[in-house]
Protein backbone atom coordinates (compact mmCIF):
# COMPACT_ATOMS: atom_id res chain seq x y z
CA UNK A 1 0.00 0.00 0.00
CA UNK A 2 2.55 2.79 -1.61
CA UNK A 3 -0.12 5.43 -2.67
CA UNK A 4 -2.57 7.72 -1.06
CA UNK A 5 -5.85 9.75 -2.56
CA UNK A 6 -7.21 12.96 -2.06
CA UNK A 7 -10.94 14.19 -2.77
CA UNK A 8 -12.00 17.61 -2.85
CA UNK A 9 -15.45 17.46 -3.10
CA UNK A 10 -17.48 20.78 -4.05
CA UNK A 11 -20.92 21.79 -5.18
CA UNK A 12 -19.82 22.46 -8.84
CA UNK A 13 -17.21 19.59 -9.55
CA UNK A 14 -15.97 16.77 -7.30
CA UNK A 15 -11.45 16.50 -8.07
CA UNK A 16 -9.44 13.59 -7.23
CA UNK A 17 -5.69 12.58 -7.39
CA UNK A 18 -3.77 9.53 -6.46
CA UNK A 19 0.00 10.43 -4.96
CA UNK A 20 2.85 7.75 -3.87
CA UNK A 21 4.87 8.27 -0.76
CA UNK A 22 7.09 10.46 -2.28
CA UNK A 23 4.38 13.02 -3.62
CA UNK A 24 4.20 12.12 -7.14
CA UNK A 25 1.28 12.54 -9.06
CA UNK A 26 0.42 9.00 -10.66
CA UNK A 27 -3.68 9.58 -11.13
CA UNK A 28 -6.51 11.83 -11.46
CA UNK A 29 -10.23 12.02 -11.93
CA UNK A 30 -12.96 14.93 -12.50
CA UNK A 31 -16.63 14.16 -11.16
CA UNK A 32 -20.24 16.17 -11.08
CA UNK A 33 -20.25 18.48 -7.83
CA UNK A 34 -22.06 17.16 -4.56
CA UNK A 35 -24.96 18.24 -2.66
CA UNK A 36 -26.01 16.12 0.07
CA UNK A 37 -28.87 17.77 1.11
CA UNK A 38 -30.23 17.50 -2.56
CA UNK A 39 -29.30 14.55 -3.37
CA UNK A 40 -29.05 12.60 -0.36
CA UNK A 41 -25.76 10.87 1.53
CA UNK A 42 -25.62 7.57 -0.55
CA UNK A 43 -25.49 9.31 -3.78
CA UNK A 44 -22.97 11.62 -2.52
CA UNK A 45 -20.94 8.66 -1.47
CA UNK A 46 -21.36 6.86 -4.91
CA UNK A 47 -20.01 10.12 -6.83
CA UNK A 48 -16.85 10.62 -4.11
CA UNK A 49 -15.83 6.60 -5.00
CA UNK A 50 -16.77 6.81 -9.12
CA UNK A 51 -14.58 9.74 -8.76
CA UNK A 52 -12.16 8.57 -6.95
CA UNK A 53 -11.83 5.44 -9.32
CA UNK A 54 -11.34 7.63 -12.25
CA UNK A 55 -8.19 9.09 -10.74
CA UNK A 56 -7.07 5.06 -9.35
CA UNK A 57 -7.38 3.76 -13.40
CA UNK A 58 -4.28 2.41 -14.20
CA UNK A 59 -2.47 3.28 -11.52
CA UNK A 60 -3.42 0.65 -9.05
CA UNK A 61 -6.73 -0.83 -6.90
CA UNK A 62 -8.61 0.59 -3.85
CA UNK A 63 -6.91 -2.66 -1.76
CA UNK A 64 -3.75 -0.32 -2.69
CA UNK A 65 -4.11 2.80 -0.84
CA UNK A 66 -3.01 3.42 2.30
CA UNK A 67 -5.55 6.28 3.05
CA UNK A 68 -7.82 8.66 1.57
CA UNK A 69 -9.21 11.96 2.41
CA UNK A 70 -12.23 13.50 1.31
CA UNK A 71 -12.86 17.00 2.05
CA UNK A 72 -16.88 17.53 1.35
CA UNK A 73 -19.23 20.78 1.33
CA UNK A 74 -22.01 20.23 2.80
CA UNK A 75 -20.92 17.29 5.94
CA UNK A 76 -20.49 20.29 8.55
CA UNK A 77 -21.16 17.66 11.25
CA UNK A 78 -19.82 14.64 12.59
CA UNK A 79 -22.99 12.24 12.23
CA UNK A 80 -22.76 13.64 8.26
CA UNK A 81 -19.29 13.05 8.01
CA UNK A 82 -19.44 9.27 9.91
CA UNK A 83 -22.56 8.29 7.62
CA UNK A 84 -20.43 8.75 4.47
CA UNK A 85 -17.30 7.71 6.00
CA UNK A 86 -19.46 4.33 6.02
CA UNK A 87 -20.82 4.03 3.00
CA UNK A 88 -17.72 5.05 0.78
CA UNK A 89 -15.96 2.04 3.50
CA UNK A 90 -18.42 -0.44 2.01
CA UNK A 91 -18.81 0.89 -1.31
CA UNK A 92 -14.51 0.72 -1.95
CA UNK A 93 -13.17 -1.57 0.80
CA UNK A 94 -10.91 0.74 1.49
CA UNK A 95 -8.71 0.07 5.08
CA UNK A 96 -8.33 3.55 6.40
CA UNK A 97 -10.93 6.41 5.08
CA UNK A 98 -11.40 10.09 6.35
CA UNK A 99 -14.03 12.39 5.73
CA UNK A 100 -13.87 15.79 6.67
CA UNK A 101 -14.96 19.47 5.36
CA UNK A 102 -13.98 20.81 2.45
CA UNK A 103 -12.54 24.27 4.84
CA UNK A 104 -10.17 21.79 6.42
CA UNK A 105 -8.50 20.60 3.38
CA UNK A 106 -8.42 24.17 1.90
CA UNK A 107 -6.51 25.04 5.37
CA UNK A 108 -3.62 21.93 4.98
CA UNK A 109 -3.80 22.84 1.42
CA UNK A 110 -2.82 26.87 1.80
CA UNK A 111 -0.36 26.38 4.59
CA UNK A 112 1.30 23.12 3.13
CA UNK A 113 -0.19 21.46 6.00
CA UNK A 114 1.48 23.60 8.79
CA UNK A 115 -0.16 26.19 11.25
CA UNK A 116 -1.33 29.36 10.15
CA UNK A 117 -4.92 30.82 9.31
CA UNK A 118 -6.87 30.62 5.76
CA UNK A 119 -9.86 33.01 5.18
CA UNK A 120 -12.08 32.30 2.22
CA UNK A 121 -14.58 34.87 0.49
CA UNK A 122 -16.02 33.15 -2.89
CA UNK A 123 -19.92 32.70 -2.93
CA UNK A 124 -19.77 32.29 0.84
CA UNK A 125 -16.90 32.82 3.65
CA UNK A 126 -15.32 31.21 6.38
CA UNK A 127 -12.18 31.61 8.45
CA UNK A 128 -10.29 28.60 9.91
CA UNK A 129 -6.98 28.27 11.50
CA UNK A 130 -4.49 25.41 13.09
CA UNK A 131 -1.95 26.19 15.62
CA UNK A 132 1.14 25.07 16.40
CA UNK A 133 -0.58 22.19 19.00
CA UNK A 134 -2.23 21.38 16.13
CA UNK A 135 -6.16 22.73 17.56
CA UNK A 136 -7.91 23.65 14.73
CA UNK A 137 -11.21 26.07 14.58
CA UNK A 138 -13.17 27.69 11.99
CA UNK A 139 -15.54 30.92 12.47
CA UNK A 140 -18.25 31.03 9.75
CA UNK A 141 -19.45 28.71 7.05
CA UNK A 142 -22.90 27.65 8.11
CA UNK A 143 -25.00 29.18 4.84
CA UNK A 144 -26.19 32.02 4.37
CA UNK A 145 -28.65 32.34 6.68
CA UNK A 146 -26.48 32.60 9.12
CA UNK A 147 -23.37 33.80 8.31
CA UNK A 148 -21.45 34.01 4.73
CA UNK A 149 -20.24 37.82 6.06
CA UNK A 150 -18.24 39.01 3.82
CA UNK A 151 -18.79 36.80 0.90
CA UNK A 152 -20.04 37.69 -2.74
CA UNK A 153 -23.45 36.59 -1.83
CA UNK A 154 -23.27 39.30 1.35
CA UNK A 155 -21.81 41.96 -1.17
CA UNK A 156 -24.48 40.91 -3.63
CA UNK A 157 -27.16 41.12 -1.13
CA UNK A 158 -26.26 44.51 0.11
CA UNK A 159 -26.53 45.59 -3.20
CA UNK A 160 -29.47 44.63 -3.70
CA UNK A 161 -31.05 46.06 -0.43
CA UNK A 162 -29.14 49.16 -1.19
CA UNK A 163 -31.03 49.39 -4.65
CA UNK A 164 -34.52 49.20 -3.02
CA UNK A 165 -34.07 51.75 -0.50
CA UNK A 166 -32.52 54.28 -3.27
CA UNK A 167 -35.78 53.62 -5.47
CA UNK A 168 -38.16 53.95 -2.19
CA UNK A 169 -36.43 56.95 -1.25
CA UNK A 170 -35.10 55.29 2.36
CA UNK A 171 -31.19 55.51 1.22
CA UNK A 172 -28.82 56.63 -0.57
CA UNK A 173 -28.26 57.55 -4.36
CA UNK A 174 -26.14 54.73 -5.60
CA UNK A 175 -25.44 53.60 -9.42
CA UNK A 176 -25.91 50.30 -7.87
CA UNK A 177 -29.41 50.76 -8.30
CA UNK A 178 -29.49 50.98 -12.27
CA UNK A 179 -26.81 48.27 -12.99
CA UNK A 180 -28.29 45.84 -10.13
CA UNK A 181 -31.65 45.96 -12.76
CA UNK A 182 -29.43 45.87 -15.53
CA UNK A 183 -27.82 42.87 -14.79
CA UNK A 184 -31.18 41.09 -14.62
CA UNK A 185 -32.66 42.65 -17.00
CA UNK A 186 -35.51 44.50 -15.17
CA UNK A 187 -36.69 47.69 -15.33
CA UNK A 188 -37.87 47.70 -11.31
CA UNK A 189 -37.24 45.60 -8.15
CA UNK A 190 -40.56 43.94 -7.91
CA UNK A 191 -39.32 42.05 -11.46
CA UNK A 192 -36.74 40.54 -9.51
CA UNK A 193 -38.93 38.62 -6.87
CA UNK A 194 -39.65 35.73 -9.73
CA UNK A 195 -35.87 35.60 -10.68
CA UNK A 196 -35.08 35.28 -7.07
CA UNK A 197 -37.61 33.67 -4.41
CA UNK A 198 -37.26 30.52 -5.82
CA UNK A 199 -36.46 26.96 -4.10
CA UNK A 200 -34.08 26.32 -3.24
CA UNK A 201 -32.39 30.06 -3.54
CA UNK A 202 -29.19 30.60 -6.24
CA UNK A 203 -26.59 32.05 -3.69
CA UNK A 204 -24.37 31.99 -6.87
CA UNK A 205 -26.68 34.40 -8.49
CA UNK A 206 -26.89 36.83 -5.91
CA UNK A 207 -22.88 36.59 -5.27
CA UNK A 208 -22.62 37.48 -9.30
CA UNK A 209 -23.31 41.17 -7.92
CA UNK A 210 -19.98 41.14 -6.10
CA UNK A 211 -17.98 42.71 -8.91
CA UNK A 212 -20.86 45.35 -10.11
CA UNK A 213 -20.10 46.66 -6.28
CA UNK A 214 -16.37 46.59 -6.24
CA UNK A 215 -16.36 48.74 -9.27
CA UNK A 216 -18.59 50.83 -8.07
CA UNK A 217 -16.74 51.59 -4.85
CA UNK A 218 -13.82 52.00 -7.49
CA UNK A 219 -15.68 54.54 -9.38
CA UNK A 220 -16.44 56.42 -6.13
CA UNK A 221 -19.93 55.31 -5.24
CA UNK A 222 -20.27 56.15 -1.42
CA UNK A 223 -22.97 53.51 -1.37
CA UNK A 224 -20.61 50.91 -2.85
CA UNK A 225 -17.84 52.19 -1.03
CA UNK A 226 -19.61 51.47 2.41
CA UNK A 227 -20.72 47.89 1.22
CA UNK A 228 -17.24 47.16 0.19
CA UNK A 229 -15.33 48.18 3.75
CA UNK A 230 -18.66 46.62 5.66
CA UNK A 231 -17.83 43.43 3.94
CA UNK A 232 -13.55 43.57 4.65
CA UNK A 233 -15.11 44.54 8.01
CA UNK A 234 -16.70 41.51 8.72
CA UNK A 235 -13.94 38.82 6.85
CA UNK A 236 -11.10 40.96 9.05
CA UNK A 237 -13.42 39.94 12.22
CA UNK A 238 -13.46 36.41 11.22
CA UNK A 239 -9.61 36.36 11.19
CA UNK A 240 -9.75 37.90 14.59
CA UNK A 241 -12.26 35.30 15.81
CA UNK A 242 -10.04 32.49 14.89
CA UNK A 243 -7.13 33.65 16.16
CA UNK A 244 -8.37 34.50 19.53
CA UNK A 245 -9.89 31.24 19.76
CA UNK A 246 -6.43 29.89 18.99
CA UNK A 247 -4.72 31.90 20.99
CA UNK A 248 -2.75 33.35 18.04
CA UNK A 249 -3.83 36.88 18.74
CA UNK A 250 -0.23 38.29 19.76
CA UNK A 251 1.80 35.80 17.59
CA UNK A 252 3.38 36.06 14.02
CA UNK A 253 1.42 33.32 11.78
CA UNK A 254 0.84 33.29 8.08
CA UNK A 255 -2.74 34.30 6.82
CA UNK A 256 -3.54 33.13 3.38
CA UNK A 257 -6.52 34.77 1.19
CA UNK A 258 -8.65 32.68 -1.08
CA UNK A 259 -11.75 32.74 -3.04
CA UNK A 260 -13.16 35.03 -5.80
CA UNK A 261 -14.05 38.30 -3.62
CA UNK A 262 -10.00 38.60 -3.03
CA UNK A 263 -9.86 39.19 -6.88
CA UNK A 264 -10.84 42.83 -6.39
CA UNK A 265 -8.00 45.30 -6.07
CA UNK A 266 -9.69 47.02 -3.56
CA UNK A 267 -11.06 44.79 -1.57
CA UNK A 268 -7.67 43.17 -1.24
CA UNK A 269 -5.98 46.52 -0.13
CA UNK A 270 -8.77 47.47 2.44
CA UNK A 271 -8.08 44.02 3.86
CA UNK A 272 -4.15 44.34 4.41
CA UNK A 273 -4.56 47.19 6.07
CA UNK A 274 -7.52 46.00 8.05
CA UNK A 275 -5.75 43.20 8.82
CA UNK A 276 -2.41 45.21 9.97
CA UNK A 277 -5.06 47.35 12.83
CA UNK A 278 -6.29 44.10 14.43
CA UNK A 279 -3.50 41.33 13.98
CA UNK A 280 -0.12 43.37 13.37
CA UNK A 281 1.96 39.90 13.75
CA UNK A 282 -0.36 38.26 10.66
CA UNK A 283 1.59 38.44 7.84
CA UNK A 284 -0.48 37.75 4.62
CA UNK A 285 1.01 35.04 2.07
CA UNK A 286 -0.69 33.15 -1.19
CA UNK A 287 -2.05 29.59 -0.62
CA UNK A 288 0.42 27.08 -1.56
CA UNK A 289 -1.57 24.05 -2.84
CA UNK A 290 -5.14 23.39 -4.06
CA UNK A 291 -7.33 21.80 -1.72
CA UNK A 292 -7.33 18.93 -3.19
CA UNK A 293 -3.71 18.74 -2.47
CA UNK A 294 -4.09 19.44 1.05
CA UNK A 295 -6.33 16.40 1.36
CA UNK A 296 -3.47 14.23 0.33
CA UNK A 297 -1.45 16.20 2.70
CA UNK A 298 -3.52 15.01 5.15
CA UNK A 299 -4.01 11.39 3.74
CA UNK A 300 -0.03 11.31 4.01
CA UNK A 301 0.26 12.15 7.75
CA UNK A 302 -2.68 10.06 8.60
CA UNK A 303 -0.77 6.76 6.39
CA UNK A 304 2.48 7.26 8.60
CA UNK A 305 4.25 9.53 6.24
CA UNK A 306 6.08 12.84 7.11
CA UNK A 307 5.28 15.67 5.32
CA UNK A 308 8.78 17.66 5.20
CA UNK A 309 10.27 20.03 2.62
CA UNK A 310 11.69 17.34 0.02
CA UNK A 311 8.05 16.04 -0.24
CA UNK A 312 6.34 19.46 -0.02
CA UNK A 313 8.35 20.60 -3.09
CA UNK A 314 7.64 17.37 -5.39
CA UNK A 315 3.70 18.27 -4.42
CA UNK A 316 4.34 21.36 -6.03
CA UNK A 317 5.69 20.07 -9.05
CA UNK A 318 2.89 17.40 -9.08
CA UNK A 319 0.23 20.69 -8.31
CA UNK A 320 1.53 22.02 -11.76
CA UNK A 321 -0.06 19.28 -14.00
CA UNK A 322 -3.44 20.05 -12.49
CA UNK A 323 -3.49 24.10 -13.23
CA UNK A 324 -6.88 23.66 -15.54
CA UNK A 325 -8.24 22.29 -12.03
CA UNK A 326 -9.87 25.27 -10.37
Known sequence: MSFVGGVDVGATSTKSIIIDFKGRLLGRG??????????????AAEIMVKTLSEAMRGVCEFKDLACVVFGSTGLETIKSRELVKSLIEKKSGISKVFVVTDSRIALEGALGGGEGIVVYAGTGSFAIGKNA?????KAGGVGFLMSDEGSGFYLGHQALRAAVRDLDGRGERTVLTRRVLDHFGVEIPEELMPKLYVKPIDTSAIAALAPIVTQAAEEGDRVARKIVESAVGELVNLVEAVARKLNMISLEFPLASAGGVFKSELIRGLFCSMIKEKLPRAYLIEPRFKPVIGAVIMALKNAGISVEKELLDELEISQRSLADIP
Not at 133 to 137: C, N, P
Open 30 to 43: IGPGVNPFTMGYEA
Open 133 to 137: RGDVH
